[in-house]
Structure formats: structure tokens, C-alpha cells
């Protein structure tokens, strides 16, 4: 059988690792994708000693960044049979990107963007080819107006509420393109993991990182859901999304986020 080639990001947290853990061990070769080279390099470490797979590499890229997505791309050369949206931040104070782009609403919901716009044509041809977008179902209150709150008051609860919103309404926006290549996308919620990122809230978790990675890996790896795309899991079920059934939202804030570019 042909090794699989997997990206994850924000791989390095308590989520992504257990996520890319998962990959891992069903022998992918798996490439771990974040900023921060250290904590990238300690995570391949300890991956390679717990799945036994050799395949596991790093790649330094601020997810942030349209440029550093784009060099990443034109990196890759290989077929990709799986990506998964992963990485996320929630700063306490409003921050931009070196690009002048609010940092929630670059990292979580345009870093979701422009990974799948990049990575797209490496997966097409590629049978059974998955897209898993990390959402919550702690999501609502999207302003598309105000996305990058320029006039609205900053916090960041409400900016990781909307921004997980825009991820599952940006799962059925890229399923209904891309189905016709064979390239499936799904969003799921995690669950509950005491992380760097819930913490950032004031909240702890009740969940281990296995448990917070189950439906992630469900729709990346089983076969269960071979061939079923634009949907929204938790706890290993799909589960009805309002964001999504209004196709004219969608759209908007489709071409909303193309407005920013590749």
C-alpha cells in the first residue's frame, strides 16, 4: 500500500497532537505545521517514539501569514490524501498579523482559507482525498461587517465564537467546490480539552486530548464517512448546522474571505 501523505496544523497543542498522533499510527507520513519551530520539533520527537512512524516531519509557517502559507505550498510536492485545519488563537487583547489583519481572523478562519485554497490541487486526483476543518460548537455572533472588530469592542470569546461559526459555514462553501474533484470537507467540534487555548478564555476542560481528537480522527480516517462532505460532527455524530443552511450567507462570507487573497 502507498503511504499517505497528511498536513496538521497547529499540531503542537493539545488537540493537534493527539490529532496528529492518530495519524500517525495508521502510518501516514504526517508533516506537523506551526510557528514555533522548538515546540514543532519537540512534538515530532515524541510522535515518532509513540507511533513507531518514522514519517513525521515539520514545517516552520505562521498560519497567519498569506505569504508564509503561500512558500509553504510551493514547498510541497507531494500528492496529499488529508488535511486538517487544526490551529487557533484567542488573544485577550485585539492584535493584528504582520499584514494588518485582526489575529483571530487571520489565523482561524483565513489560515483555514487560503491551507485548503494552496493545498487543494495537491489532493485532487487523489481517491478519497479529506479535508477536516476544527471548529466548536461554541459558535455564533459572525458580523460580517465588522469581521476584524474595527468598530465593534474586541473580545476575544466573541472573536473565537464568530470565527468558528465562519469555519463550519466555510466547510459546506469549499464541500459544494470541490466535491467534484473526489476532495470531501467536514467541520467537527472537538470537545472539551483543558489546552493553551481554552485557558485563554479563563476555562479549563474537562476532556483528555484523546477524547478531544476522537471526532476529528473519526472523520479524517474512518470509513464510515467515505464520501460525505459539507457536513458538521460532534461526539462522533453528525449533527445539524444552522450557519449552513442559508446558501446565500455563505456565499457572502465565501467571497468575503477571498477579498483578503491567497
Excluded at 498579523?97 to 489575529?103: A, I, K, P, Q, R
Excluded at 467534484?180 to 467540534?189: D, E, L
Excluded at 470509513?223 to 460525505?228: F, H, S, Y
Aim: glycine share 8%.
Amino acid at each position: 500500500m502507498n503511504q499517505k501523505n497528511a498536513i496538521v496544523t497547529g499540531a503542537y497543542g493539545a488537540i493537534g497532537q493527539a490529532i496528529a498522533e492518530g495519524i500517525a499510527a495508521q502510518r501516514f507520513r504526517v508533516t506537523l505545521a506551526g510557528r514555533d519551530r522548538a515546540s514543532l520539533e519537540k512534538t515530532q520527537n515524541l510522535l515518532r517514539k509513540r507511533s513507531f512512524n518514522p514519517d513525521i516531519f515539520i514545517e516552520v509557517v505562521d498560519l497567519s501569514s498569506r505569504q508564509e502559507i503561500s512558500d509553504f505550498s510551493k514547498r510541497w510536492g507531494n500528492p496529499l490524501s488529508l488535511l486538517v485545519n487544526n490551529a487557533a488563537t484567542a488573544p485577550r487583547q485585539r492584535t493584528e498579523n504582520g499584514e494588518g489583519v485582526e489575529m483571530q481572523w487571520a489565523v482561524n478562519v483565513l489560515g483555514y482559507v487560503r491551507m485548503i485554497r494552496c493545498f487543494e490541487p495537491f489532493m485532487e486526483d487523489n481517491t478519497g482525498a479529506r479535508i477536516v476543518n476544527v471548529a466548536s460548537y461554541w459558535a455564533g455572533g459572525l458580523d460580517m461587517r465588522d469581521p476584524e472588530f474595527k468598530t465593534r469592542r474586541y473580545d476575544n470569546d466573541v472573536a473565537y465564537r464568530q470565527a468558528k461559526q465562519a469555519n463550519r459555514m466555510l466547510s459546506a462553501a469549499f464541500a459544494g467546490r470541490l466535491q467534484s474533484r473526489g476532495i470531501t470537507v467536514n467541520s467537527c467540534h472537538p470537545g472539551d480539552v483543558n489546552s493553551k487555548l481554552s485557558n485563554s478564555f479563563g476555562f479549563g476542560g474537562s476532556e483528555s486530548p484523546a477524547q478531544g481528537a476522537a471526532t476529528p480522527l473519526y472523520l479524517a480516517l474512518t470509513e464510515e464517512v467515505k464520501g460525505i462532505t459539507g457536513k458538521y460532527f460532534e461526539h462522533l455524530r453528525q449533527e445539524r448546522c444552522q450557519f449552513s443552511l442559508d446558501p446565500q450567507a455563505v456565499e457572502e462570507l465565501y467571497q468575503l474571505c477571498n477579498a483578503y487573497g491567497l
